[in-house]
């Protein structure tokens, strides 16, 4: 295994900074070893009623609305904590294997 790809929304209640001190040692071991774990940061989003606009939000602990500032509670990502690839070794060549 090359690397893992986690997606990793920002109120998903995880610090990303111990997640990736910690993958080193609960791999070990096992088939991910030496793998990368490589962490794509999902952005809170927002559908605000008041503007019928969907937006990222500035500060999370205000959950505002990017367009007019109205208070949102139509949560559309950001919490998000899911495995969305794996990159393997030894991938076949296609080229060679055409008959």
């Given at each position: 295994m090359q690397a893992v790809?986690?997606?990793?929304?920002?109120l998903a209640g995880v610090e990303q900074a111990a997640l990736q001190f910690s993958y080193e040692i609960v791999t070990a071991g096992t088939p991910l070893e030496g793998s990368a774990l490589v962490?794509?940061?999902v952005p809170v989003r927002v559908y605000c009623p008041n503007c019928a606009q969907e937006g990222e939000v500035v500060n999370?602990?205000?959950?505002r609305c990017p367009?007019?500032?109205g208070l949102c509670s139509d949560l559309r990502s950001g919490k998000e904590l899911?495995?969305?690839?794996?990159?393997?070794?030894?991938?076949?060549?296609?080229?060679?294997?055409?008959?």
């Open positions: 790809h986690l997606q990793l929304g920002v962490i794509h940061d999370p602990a205000r959950m367009t007019c500032e899911y495995l969305s690839a794996l990159d393997l070794f030894g991938e076949p060549d296609l080229e060679e294997t055409k008959v």
